[in-house]
């Protein structure tokens, strides 16, 4: 039990208390809600209103967006707004805005972003603005990046079995996502599955330049070479050797791609090159490449040091010694440029040209057999060949068997009838034989083509006279009168002919002809005179007695013929004169002698002076 006292003086003790405590608690609340007013009145209306981040979730995962950032959102992601962070209390009187896009529905609840798309397209792409707005002051916001993912226009593309939509697609979604290498590529494949090597190309010269990169240098030569761009696949080819200069195939491409091109300067340094990196049993088409392109470049001499190189490693190539034959004949290196001809021709039994050739050769060095050998192997393979039987025709000719030459001459006429050369050439042989008959058929046949052939009608003129065949030895003669005018021979035959026919008026008809050819001939004007004189034709004798008296004036048979027709022609004193010419000229002369006494005689009778 508590003393009383104890009690007591508790009890005093805390009446006298109790009348100042009350005024303090008072105080000390006064003061609590003073400064709690002062502090919620100043949450309420800071003097520096202030926006911090927003707090999204995407898909269930919350992101801290700070204010200025952008936040790349799918279309079909879910997302709510979870919480804007400023230093506003209660966020009194904030609020968020975005032109065109209705942000509050995120704040709501967990919403599908497509939903609250234009459209709902989910494959354009959106940047929205989403502000933090304390009563009319714009805080601050964030940016919201809306668009595809790379599988969305990947995915795409791949369901669109219309080729001019996927094309599109493809392209709309690397605008989109210019830096995606997969939609980069998978356009770059389309591009060239519909061969557009054009907008291939564009892709890859600025991927090129910008990553110079073999991979990407490969593929635009690709693109090149189906373009057919020559000078491109160079310039890549170019490229890809620097990058890669010990890559023999890619050095092989760039010199083939240059000879290609007709650079062949260009080439054969490549080629040179290639030569280096080889091991010596690898160089044979490298070798074979220079000596060609030398050759094209008229380096006989260098282009030759490469074959000469390439038969040490290939000594069954025919096609190499064809190209050393041609190539010692360009320097003029005769006996070389027909050995490797001939080794040439010995690798290729089928060749019959060269072995022409070498025929050829060996008949212009005189080596008959060995002409005869090679045409012997051409006709074994090609019996109907003309350039083979003619030049055994030359060998036969030299070797002066004319039988053989004869069968050999007329195979070439079975296959060659109109070759009017070898039947000339059968016709003077069989001429120079004594077969005149068949000489006549193969003249017969010329001379109908070359009917003004002197030689030709010579012949038949001279077989038609051995013959005995003068009516037509008669016509070969008037022809080479009209040929050969100056020859008096057919003259003379035809003189003999026309005489024995006593055919005078066709005689000076053909010899007045010579005569005009050949004005001072005598003898032309003797055969005229004669068939004057036969024809009794005495003026036009007398003219040609007179002419020919010009060029003989002291011949006596000329004179007498001439008194005879003034005798005839009753002139006694122009007949009187000439016989006293002749008596001038031979005082012997009995018949002149006589003719003159007995003109005399007749002029007295007559009385007359």
């Not at 967006?65 to 009187?93: C, M, Q, W």
């Not at 690709?222 to 990058?243: D, E, F, G, P």
């Not at 060995?370 to 036969?396: F, N």
């Not at 122009?574 to 009995?590: G, V």
């Amino acid at each position: 039990m508590a003393h009383p006292e104890f009690c007591r003086l508790r009890t005093e003790h805390h009446t006298k208390k109790r009348p100042r405590t009350i005024p303090l608690v008072i105080l000390l609340a006064a003061v609590a809600v003073t400064v709690s007013g002062w502090g919620l009145w100043h949450g309420l209306n800071p003097s520096h209103p202030r926006f911090n981040s927003l707090l999204i979730s995407v898909n269930g995962e919350p992101r801290n967006i700070l204010p200025g950032e952008t936040i790349a959102i799918h279309a079909t992601d879910k997302v709510r707004i979870l919480d804007v962070s400023t230093n506003i209390l209660l966020n009194f009187g904030v609020r968020l805005t975005s032109n065109g896009f209705k942000v509050q529905a995120l704040q709501n609840k967990e919403t599908d972003i497509s939903t609250l798309l234009p459209n709902r397209n989910i494959f354009a792409r959106y940047r929205f603005q989403v502000r933090v707005v304390y009563r009319k002051t714009d805080l601050g916001g964030i940016g919201l990046d809306i668009q595809p993912y790379a599988e969305d226009w990947l995915n795409k593309a791949n369901r669109t079995i219309d080729a001019a939509r996927r094309l599109k697609t493809l392209q709309q979604a690397l605008e989109f996502l210019p830096e995606d290498s997969r939609i980069w590529k998978r356009l770059l494949e389309e591009y060239k599955s519909r061969k557009m090597w054009k907008q291939a190309a564009a892709m890859l010269e600025k991927a090129v330049e910008e990553h110079p990169d073999p991979v990407l240098l490969a593929e635009l030569l690709q693109v090149y070479t189906a373009m057919s761009s020559r000078n491109k696949v160079i310039t890549v080819l170019k490229k890809l050797v620097k990058l890669k200069p010990d890559d023999v195939a890619l050095r092989v491409r760039l010199a083939k791609a240059l000879e290609e091109s007709s650079r062949y300067k260009a080439a054969i340094y490549q080629y040179e090159r290639i030569v280096k990196q080889l091991d010596k049993r690898d160089r044979l088409p490298i070798y074979k490449r220079l000596g060609y392109l030398y050759s094209r470049r008229k380096k006989y001499k260098n282009a030759i040091s490469w074959y000469l190189k390439a038969a040490e490693l290939d000594r069954k190539d025919a096609n190499l010694y064809y190209n050393l034959s041609y190539l010692y004949d360009k320097i003029g290196q005769k006996k070389k440029s027909f050995h490797y001809l001939e080794k040439a021709a010995s690798l290729n039994a089928t060749d019959t040209d060269s072995r022409l050739a070498l025929a050829e050769h060996a008949f212009r060095q005189g080596d008959l057999k060995k002409a005869e050998k090679y045409v012997l192997q051409v006709l074994g393979r090609k019996p109907s060949s003309l350039k083979a039987l003619l030049l055994q025709a030359r060998i036969a000719e030299k070797q002066g068997k004319k039988q053989k030459l004869k069968k050999i001459y007329k195979k070439i006429l079975a296959l060659d009838p109109a070759n009017t050369t070898i039947r000339f050439n059968l016709g003077a042989l069989n001429y120079e034989t004594g077969d005149l008959n068949n000489a006549l058929s193969c003249f017969l046949k010329y001379i109908r083509k070359y009917p003004k052939d002197e030689t030709a009608r010579e012949i038949l003129f001279d077989i038609y006279k051995k013959q005995k065949k003068q009516k037509s030895a008669f016509e070969q003669a008037k022809v080479l009168s009209g040929l050969k005018p100056k020859d008096l021979e057919p003259y003379r035959f035809m003189f003999d002919y026309l005489n024995r026919k006593k055919d005078y008026k066709q005689m000076i008809r053909i010899m007045e002809a010579g005569l005009k050819a050949n004005p001072g001939q005598t003898e032309l004007r003797q055969w005229l005179l004669f068939a004057c004189l036969k024809s009794g034709k005495e003026d036009m004798a007398i003219k040609q007695i007179r002419a020919l008296l010009k060029a003989s004036p002291d011949d006596i048979r000329l004179l007498l013929q001439l008194a005879r027709i003034q005798e005839k022609q009753e002139k006694p004193r122009e007949a009187m004169k000439t016989y006293r010419r002749i008596l001038n000229i031979s005082p012997d002369n009995e018949e002149a002698a006589d003719a003159y006494l007995r003109l005399r005689l007749k002029q007295v009778e007559t009385g007359g002076p």
